[in-house]
């Protein structure tokens, strides 16, 4: 199956208007929204005016995390060979745990400067993440620089000639990996709001804890169709190191959250 991405929606004089930039864009504005709409339905008095200070900075912080990762976990051949591409994001090249990791960062100083509980936070913030994910995974298979080994079989995907998927491994179908992550994301949001309809309710922190370990374990596998990232140790990329990582600090934070939170996360039935 050929795919007709667009890098490009259109062309102001000599300004291209990329369709990683828009996409991009949408999904933080997207998940920014429902996170706001958590924020005044199942949070505290303030909380939503906190989100639209805390956006902007993580948003930051995000895009500084995100590009680091890229550059010099994922992809530091290149970027080390071309120095003058490491700044220049709207290219492409922005990784999802780079950009939990910054945000996560920025999260925390902010919370720590305001005297706020973390876990209170990241529970509301966590359907947003995951809407944000998927519809970042988008913005990266229009752009196709993220994409999927090949099948081996006429199954796949075939990206545009001008793609660094297509110049990787020309005709070749890819699996769409990229997307099906963006499906799986989806499916978790679901899962977690089937979750949160215990009577009992579940810990405060719970549902921050559900994306850490969930999440990555699926993007752990995922990684195995992937065809864009240098493999090492095990033959495991830098992403699958991440995600194992991400996943096991979830599980013990997950560990302290049940024995220890005496408060149940703001977005059980009890909050509604």
Not at 10 to 35: C, D, K, M, N
Not at 65 to 76: E, I, K, L, P, S
């Amino acid at each position: 199956m050929t795919v007709d991405v667009h890098s490009y929606w259109f062309w102001i004089g000599q300004f291209p208007v990329r369709s990683y930039s828009t996409v991009f864009a949408l999904s933080f504005l997207l998940g920014l929204g429902v996170t706001l709409y958590f924020a005044r339905t199942k949070g505290k008095p303030g909380d939503a005016e906190h989100w639209w200070s805390l956006a902007p900075l993580c948003l930051v912080g995000g895009i500084v995390g995100a590009r680091f990762w890229q550059v010099f976990f994922f992809d530091w051949g290149y970027y080390g060979a071309h120095p003058g591409q490491i700044i220049q994001v709207w290219n492409g090249g922005l990784s999802i745990q780079g950009g939990i990791v910054g945000a996560l960062i920025t999260g925390i100083i902010y919370m720590w400067r305001k005297k706020l509980n973390f876990f209170h936070f990241a529970d509301i913030a966590t359907p947003g993440l995951f809407l944000g994910q998927s519809i970042g995974r988008d913005a990266d298979f229009m752009n196709g620089s993220a994409y999927g080994r090949p099948t081996g079989s006429d199954f796949g995907v075939l990206f545009p000639t001008d793609t660094l998927a297509r110049q990787q491994y020309g005709n070749h179908p890819l699996w769409p990996s990229v997307m099906w992550e963006a499906q799986v994301d989806i499916i978790l949001m679901a899962l977690l709001f089937v979750l949160l309809q215990r009577k009992k309710g579940w810990p405060r922190g719970f549902a921050f804890v559900y994306y850490l370990v969930v999440y990555n374990i699926c993007r752990f596998f995922l990684e195995m169709l992937r065809g864009d990232s240098p493999r090492g140790v095990f033959g495991w990329d830098a992403a699958q190191w991440t995600a194992l990582a991400s996943a096991l600090i979830g599980i013990i934070v997950g560990i302290w959250v049940f024995l220890k939170s005496d408060r149940k996360t703001p977005l059980g039935l009890d909050n509604q």
